[in-house]
């Protein structure tokens, strides 16, 4: 009796692995990938969009994808590595609302969980949360694609959101600390081609369209600066409205750069305040 119970969970171990085999070699990789593309543009309204370099199964039962890249409203907004997506086996029933994910971001990684809308009509507002450890900032090309400048560094934080498209509807929060960042200016500004700091940290607030500003701090070897502000989301992006108030002290190294240019009171050492408005495509600055 043993034996043949044995021999009955041999074959039942056999036929388990003939299937996981012929499920990867046999996988619609094509067919998955457009379906998840199509998926989150029509989830985002088309302000989201995603391209997946290649797809493939993983055990436990996931999806891989080697590389992909995130696109915000037509500009690039984050280079992954490797992303791996699954069902939420922790949430029973309803696994298939929620998507876990993990990513590789350069050295560090981006993991968290996003709820859909439940396909039998249950109401459940959509729902993101992500946790960024050690993240290269270099893989958030959005930065680069808004500003022109390279940003390097690592970032850590958390973001969650609910009710609907960050910038359209909906509300959230997000909390970031980014750690010894370079900023590689596109052009030189008086003889600066590269601004450092050993930390920068923002605390923000999204309602609907207007995202409001916190807390924003800097702390760098050239300048440090703390402020507050919102921003107004327009559509296109660029055109979305600025007002920020900040308080900026110069470091002896820049100030000494700055000297002619500015008051004299700001460049040896004294406080300035700075007011920014407009729009982020034209910004305009005021300093008193």
Not at 234 to 247: D, H, K
Request: hydrophobic residues 40%; neutral net charge.
């Amino acid at each position: 009796m043993m034996k043949k119970s044995k021999k009955w969970f041999a074959w039942i171990c056999y036929i388990a692995v003939l299937a996981a085999v012929f499920l990867y070699l046999l996988f619609p990789a094509g067919a998955v990938k457009k379906y998840l593309e199509h998926q989150i543009r029509k989830a985002s309204g088309n302000a989201v969009s995603i391209e997946i370099a290649g797809l493939r199964p993983g055990f436990p039962p996931s999806l891989v994808a080697d590389q992909a890249t995130l696109i915000y409203r037509q500009m690039d907004a984050l280079e992954t590595g490797r992303m791996i997506l699954s069902p939420a086996y922790r949430k029973l029933p309803g696994i298939f609302d929620v998507l876990d994910f993990e990513s590789r971001l350069g050295e560090g990684r981006a993991l968290g969980w996003v709820a859909m809308e439940n396909a039998s009509g249950s109401g459940a507002d959509n729902s993101f949360h992500m946790r960024l450890e050690n993240a290269d900032l270099e893989s958030i090309v959005l930065i680069r694609s808004m500003s022109g400048h390279t940003v390097s560094g690592r970032l850590d934080g958390t973001i969650e959101f609910t009710g609907g498209i960050p910038g359209q509807s909906g509300s959230g929060t997000i909390e970031l600390a980014a750690s010894q960042c370079a900023v590689a200016l596109q052009e030189a500004i008086y003889g600066i081609k590269q601004l450092t700091f050993q930390t920068i940290a923002a605390d923000l607030e999204i309602e609907d369209q207007q995202v409001n500003i916190r807390q924003l701090q800097l702390e760098g070897s050239q300048v440090s600066a703390e402020g507050n502000g919102r921003i107004l989301i327009r559509r296109p992006f660029e055109n979305s409205r600025i007002q920020i108030s900040a308080t900026v002290q110069l470091h002896p190294a820049l100030a000494r750069t700055m000297e002619g240019l500015l008051p004299e009171k700001f460049t040896s050492g004294g406080d300035i305040s700075l007011r920014i408005a407009g729009t982020i495509e034209e910004p305009s600055w005021r300093i008193r």
